[in-house]
């Protein structure tokens, strides 16, 4: 088993930024990658960002050019920096980690993009 918990989120303006972060804990040796989704009212969930264990990113391209995703394998945490935030990015964020066939869920932060 693997528990996620994220931090980090909260209100912020149009233009702004925020980094969430997830800590991983329990079997992380069987974690291959990790990432955030998001979902806003209404919508299904989406991937926001994707990191391997090796590095390797991939992003949804709403957010190209505008979120980084980062990951430290000694923490056990990944991160994701959110710039130029806009009402469009509202929505509960999940951190999540794939493990073998597995897929780990966080309880979700939310992110509130006013204008």
């Known amino acids: 088993q693997v528990q996620l918990v994220e931090s980090g989120g909260g209100l912020v303006q149009a233009g702004g930024s925020l980094r969430l972060s997830c800590a991983a804990s329990g079997s992380i040796f069987s974690i291959n990658a990790m990432g955030w989704y998001r979902q806003a009212p209404g919508r299904q969930r989406e991937l926001v960002a994707i990191?391997?264990?090796?590095?390797?990113?991939n992003y949804a391209d709403s957010v190209k050019g505008r979120f980084t995703i980062s990951r430290d394998n000694g923490a056990n945490t990944v991160y994701l920096q959110m710039n130029s935030l806009n009402p469009e990015d509202t929505a509960v964020y999940y951190c999540?980690?794939?493990?073998?066939?597995?897929?780990?869920w966080g309880q979700g932060t939310q992110v509130t993009v006013s204008t």
């Open positions: 999540n980690a794939v493990g073998g066939w597995v897929n780990y």
């Open positions: 990191i391997t264990r090796g590095g390797v990113s």
